[in-house]
């Protein structure tokens, strides 16, 4: 029996990728070692450590739970494939599956006198997601069911393009300012999530 849907197929392998990507995000929070707590205030004291960690895992799940819920719209827009289309999300899909890494580097030394390089790699990383929202959007425009989801398309790239902007000069910031820059791409990100709330 033929596939309802030209992109059934890709939508569930994305799916997939995502999945296992928000599950890799949890495995470099390790519950604090009994060899090294002698008392409950020293476990106190280890839970706390690792508050940079879990602040890093959250905000990387709502990125990539933000991303997938796009991506799903993205995807009702559409009723035809192609070659562009499927490879531009394989390129989204590189970028949520390597989204761990930065996280990691995050929760390690975001509190850290060495942050610079966590926060830009961090942002750098959703650069690169941003242009493949671009390509991804550009190779659906000839993909679309009807002019009302040509124009949630165009919507789309535009965002691509204003997050190029944003997190490529936060990026740059976060050479100086990374405790700042961290707040700012968290902030950014909250606001994604109210948009993305807010959108039909």
């Not at 902007?165 to 606001?191: C, D, H, K, Q, R």
């Amino acid at each position: 029996m033929a596939d309802p849907h030209p992109n059934t197929r890709l939508e569930a392998f994305c799916d997939g990728v995502f999945a296992i990507a928000l599950t890799l995000l949890i495995i470099d929070i390790k519950v604090p070692t009994a060899e090294g707590i002698g008392s409950t205030r020293e476990l106190w004291l280890a839970l706390k450590r690792l508050g940079p960690s879990i602040f890093a895992f959250i905000l990387s799940f709502a990125v990539i739970l933000i991303t997938w819920v796009n991506h799903h719209r993205f995807f009702r827009q559409v009723n035809k494939s192609s070659p562009s289309f499927v490879y531009a999300n394989g390129l989204l899909l590189l970028t949520v599956v390597f989204m761990p890494f930065p996280t990691a580097m995050l929760g390690e030394y975001l509190m850290t006198d060495h942050a610079a390089p966590a926060v830009v790699t961090y942002n750098a990383v959703t650069v690169v997601q941003a242009i493949a929202w671009i390509l991804v959007a550009r190779s659906a425009r000839r993909l679309t069911k009807d002019e009302k989801a040509a124009a949630l398309i165009r919507d789309g790239n535009r965002n691509g393009y204003m997050a190029v902007v944003v997190y490529s000069l936060l990026a740059l910031l976060a050479f100086w300012f990374p405790l700042t820059i961290a707040i700012v791409t968290t902030l950014l990100w909250a606001y994604w999530l109210v948009f993305s709330l807010q959108a039909e």
